[in-house]
Antibody, heavy 126, light 108 residues
Framework: QVTLMESGPVLVKPTETLTLTCTVS??????????VSWIRQPPGRALEWLAH???????SYSTSLASRLTISKDSSKSQVVLALTNVDPMDTATYYC??????????????????WGRGTLVSVSS | DIQMTQSPSSVSASVGDRVIITCRAS??????VAWYQQKPGEAPRLLIY???SLQSGVPSRFSGSGSGTDFTLTISSLQPEDFATYYC??????????FGPGTKVDIK
């Protein structure tokens, strides 16, 4: 059974760094074509893709947030970590991790997120 | 960056209605267009991938089509459990992914 679970702080102060962890089960982060993205959703608003990490540790980032984002993984712990620096109240959102199971660094079969975590709501406020 | 729009932004419909949601891109896309359903308080659920392939377990009343800049999600006969917000997603500039702004389907 494939599951993803997000964890991290509920409240972060402006200018701090937000660090979130996605713990996966039912598949291996080392398997070829497995990758995990982080996606966020401000309250009442649309989904926004943030970052993706491939099984070979190659990473990609949203062009608008690339300077503030770092994604990493520890396959032995089945975890993918997202760091967002210098947070602002506009970063208040539910943060999801989601899996793509059929993409290498250069090509995909579906390029679609087939499993999602339940999300974690992060508020940025002083 | 490729910009995505969805129309309508919201639609009121009745059970049994046919609902068509359109996703339009600022430039032509490859086949990597997906559709998701999201209910309040829940994570999105994959419905359609590769423009027109139905994800396992998704009812056949959902279908997808399109090419170039215009893609559609059709619900052939709306059911009570289908009232939700629907998002398109593209990966034309892989490995960059983009979601549309969403279409809310509510009860008429």
């Amino acid at each position: 059974q494939v599951t993803l679970m997000e964890s991290g702080p509920v409240l972060v102060k402006p200018t701090e760094t937000l660090t979130l962890t996605c713990t996966v089960s039912g598949f291996s982060l080392s398997n070829a074509k497995m990758g995990v993205s982080w996606i966020r959703q401000p309250p009442g608003r649309a989904l926004e893709w943030l970052a993706h990490i491939f099984s070979n540790d190659v990473k990609s980032y949203s062009t608008s947030l690339a300077s503030r984002l770092t994604i990493s993984k520890d396959s032995s712990k089945s975890q993918v970590v997202l760091a967002l620096t210098n947070v602002d109240p506009m970063d208040t959102a539910t943060y999801y991790c989601a899996r793509i199971s059929d993409c290498s660094r250069t090509s995909c079969i579906t390029a679609a997120f087939d499993y999602w975590g339940r999300g974690t709501l992060v508020s940025v406020s002083s | 960056d490729i910009q995505m729009t969805q129309s309508p932004s919201s639609v009121s419909a009745s059970v049994g209605d046919r609902v068509i949601i359109t996703c339009r891109a600022s430039q032509g896309l490859n086949k990597w267009v997906a559709w998701y359903q999201q209910k309040p308080g829940e994570a999105p659920r994959l419905l359609i991938y590769g423009t027109s392939s139905l994800q396992s377990g998704v009812p056949s009343r959902f279908s997808g089509s399109g090419s170039g800049t215009d893609f559609t999600l059709t619900i052939s006969s709306l059911q009570p459990e289908d009232f939700a917000t629907y998002y398109c997603q593209q990966a034309h500039n892989f490995p960059i992914f983009t979601f549309g702004p969403g279409t809310k389907v509510d009860i008429k």
